[in-house]
Nanobody
Framework: QVQLVESGGGLVQPGGSLRLSCAAS??????MGWYRQAPGKQRELVAI???????TSYADSVKGRFTISRDNAKMVFLQMNSLKPEDTAVYYC???????????WGQGTQVTVSS
């Protein structure tokens, strides 16, 4: 059974930083990443990273501020710097299984950027 468990969300002031972590289990994963969903908006891709960790892609809105990384096949991180109020959202960990290419999301962690 695939499980993705996020941690690290919270309340931070504008300009601050947070680091999200996601622990995946139950399969072997190729692509991993992070999505977010703000109130009243559709879920959007924030960043993804390939299985080797060498290939990354970011939404234009977070380029230069967020960094995605993974330290093994089942842990992925999102370092978020220079946070803005518009970054406020529920952040979801994402993983795709290597063999069947099935997509999975975690339960989400709230990030609130406010003074």
């Amino acid at each position: 059974q695939v499980q993705l468990v996020e941690s690290g969300g919270g309340l931070v002031q504008p300009g601050g930083s947070l680091r999200l972590s996601c622990a995946a289990s139950g399969s072997i994963f190729s692509i991993m990443g992070w999505y977010r969903q703000a109130p009243g908006k559709q879920r959007e891709l924030v960043a993804i990273i390939g299985s080797s960790g060498g290939s990354t892609s970011y939404a234009d809105s977070v380029k230069g501020r967020f960094t995605i990384s993974r330290d093994n096949a089942k842990m992925v991180f999102l370092q978020m710097n220079s946070l803005k109020p518009e970054d406020t959202a529920v952040y979801y960990c994402y993983a795709q299984t290597a063999w069947r290419k099935n997509d999975y999301w975690g339960q989400g962690t709230q990030v609130t950027v406010s003074s």
